[in-house]
């Protein structure tokens, strides 16, 4: 029996705003049909590919990935629990990273931006004559670290 759930059936259930629904729905996220009244329908996975884009977004991941993962998926259907493992494994390394980064990012910020911008008078980073600009743009050294 296919679940014939409504837009705001799937909001409460979701917690998730019947806009934001539209919203995924328009970034290929989810699907919906249209019964005989012109109303949107959606099956009862849409639920708990809702779920995965919440999490997703709460670890920083953006819609494009996650409509990427979404997309490897075989006829992209909704993750099962072979997939999720496969899919949460991908998401905690690239969450690692980010803590390296922002852990690096926490331990440069009073010292200095790490742009060899030479504002500071107490930056420790001395770059003469913009020296680090042949190493790049932005923050070289803290890239670096």
């Known amino acids: 029996m296919e679940a014939n759930l409504s837009v705001g059936q799937v909001a409460k259930r979701t917690g998730v705003k019947v806009s934001t629904l539209h919203f995924y729905e328009t970034k290929g996220l989810i699907t919906s049909w249209r019964n005989t009244g ?86 420790p980073l001395y770059n003469p004559d913009d020296t680090l600009a042949k190493q790049g743009v932005g923050a070289v050294l803290l890239n670096k670290r």
């Open 38 to 123: 012109n109303q949107r329908r959606y099956k009862a996975d849409v639920l708990r590919r809702i779920s995965v884009i919440k999490v997703a977004q709460g670890l920083g991941v953006s819609l494009e990935e996650i409509k990427n993962v979404f997309r490897s998926l075989p006829k992209n259907r909704t993750p099962d629990k072979q997939d999720w493992q496969a899919i949460s494994t991908l998401w905690q390394q690239q969450l690692e990273q980010r803590i390296v980064q922002l852990n690096k990012l926490k331990d440069s910020l009073d010292a200095c931006i790490g742009c060899g911008c030479l504002s500071l008078k107490s930056c």
